[in-house]
């Protein structure tokens, strides 16, 4: 499977911005996926997260009310809205999918931006 993230940019607090992740390849093997996060100088954190149907979905309490994580499996694609974005929450964000092998496969990221 291979991921490839866009929609990343420059903006101001309180903007909105929308991630996409479009996946190729074995997209029939992949089952639950989500989007991370890495700031500079921090760990890789899980953002959030959705079942293979999108029926269930959680997030990391810092973004929550802010940020709806959603999936298009017709299009292979998945989805990170963001709202009322914060300094904070600037960060490269890495879009994932486990596969039902047990594996994962990774985007390349996508640096997204907030100013005060």
């Known amino acids: 499977v291979q991921l490839v993230e866009s929609g990343g940019g420059l903006v101001q607090a309180g903007d909105s911005l929308r991630l996409s992740c479009a996946a190729s390849?074995?997209?029939?093997?992949?089952?639950?996926m989500g989007w991370y996060r890495q700031a500079p100088g921090k760990q890789r954190e899980l953002v959030a997260a959705?079942?293979?149907?999108?029926?269930?979905?959680n997030y990391v309490n810092s973004v929550k009310g802010r940020f709806t994580i959603s999936r298009d499996n017709a299009k292979n694609t998945m989805y990170l809205q963001m709202n009322s974005l914060k300094p904070e929450d600037t960060a490269v964000y890495y879009c994932?999918?486990?596969?039902?092998?047990?594996?994962?496969?990774w985007g390349q990221g996508t640096q997204v931006t907030v100013s005060s």
């Open positions: 959705i079942t293979s149907g999108g029926g269930n979905t």
């Open positions: 994932n999918a486990r596969n039902i092998l047990g594996g994962s496969s």
């Open positions: 390849g074995s997209t029939f093997s992949i089952t639950a």
